[in-house]
């Protein structure tokens, strides 16, 4: 299956932070050059595209919670990186690494969620809270809505994801949270041919016709629901978001929607490479 050959590929460059954080950089420029360019295109760059890529992913892989600070730290050993300050903040933000950044944003969904031929994927949502409630009426973050999760009511946004049974993010959506998730789903079933038109299992918040789904009370037909087979399944979904989690998705200020494309698309690869 495609699925193993992605997961054997990614073990080459798997990193932990046990290996010291220049092994680590290593290797993920190594990955990093495989999608993106390693190449100084004008003479004011300090730093490729490719090992850009590498350092802000090895962030995610010693769980540091603010890009800026982590980009000072490694700062301190090689003077020569670029300083790290949004668009706007500096007369020479243009070669600043944030911009740098979203420059490539795009190209890392892609290399994020490429195509490949699964049997089964496990469909599920969490949420992404921009400020907290009490905060909400004087929130201008851009599309962010409320929204209800497991944990109560929310502000923000709300990540849905399709996750392999052995645990790799292979397609996500980032919608408002008042979205339901049922129609965010369809969404994502746009790409349902590009990965093999695998089974989608879902919970009972997916209680429609093309889930896999635990049947309600009511429920007069046969869902393809089998507790043994798919309960564990469900299970490896909720430890993905806990290591999302762990990663710190939900720590920081962002201003804007880019901010946050961002750091979602960093933490799903950052995931996908350290649990191939």
């Not at 109560?152 to 996500?172: M, N």
């Not at 889930?211 to 430890?239: L, Q, S």
Request: hydrophobic letters at 35%.
């Amino acid at each position: 299956m495609q699925e193993s050959k992605n997961g054997v590929g990614m073990c080459r460059y798997r990193p932990h932070r046990s290996l010291g954080q220049r092994e680590v950089i290593r290797r993920l420029h190594r990955w990093a050059k495989k999608h993106f360019g390693d190449t100084k295109y004008r003479p004011h760059q300090k730093v490729s595209d490719a090992l850009l890529v590498a350092l802000h992913l090895s962030r995610l892989v010693y769980k540091h919670a603010y890009p800026s600070i982590w980009w000072g730290l490694l700062r301190e050993t090689r003077p020569w990186l670029p300083s790290y300050r949004q668009a706007g903040r500096s007369p020479t933000f243009g070669t600043q690494a944030f911009t740098r950044m979203q420059k490539v944003l795009d190209t890392l969904v892609a290399v994020a969620t490429p195509n490949q031929r699964l049997q089964q994927v496990v469909i599920d949502s969490a949420p992404l809270p921009v400020c907290r409630p009490k905060r909400m009426a004087r929130c201008t973050f851009p599309e962010a809505r409320w929204g209800y999760a497991t944990q109560g009511e929310f502000y923000g946004f709300k990540l849905h994801v399709w996750i392999t049974p052995s645990g790799q993010i292979v397609q996500y959506a980032l919608r408002p949270a008042n979205l339901h998730d049922t129609t965010v789903a369809f969404e994502l079933n746009r790409r349902w041919g590009d990965f093999g038109t695998p089974k989608i299992i879902g919970d009972k918040g997916y209680c429609c016709l093309g889930f896999v789904f635990p049947p309600k009370k009511n429920t007069t037909y046969d869902t393809g629901w089998r507790p043994e087979i798919h309960g564990p399944m469900r299970k490896r979904v909720e430890t993905v978001f806990s290591q999302l989690v762990e990663a710190h998705l939900r720590v920081g200020q962002l201003k804007t929607m880019a901010s946050l494309r961002l750091k979602v698309v960093l933490a799903v690869l950052a995931h996908n490479l350290a649990h191939p």
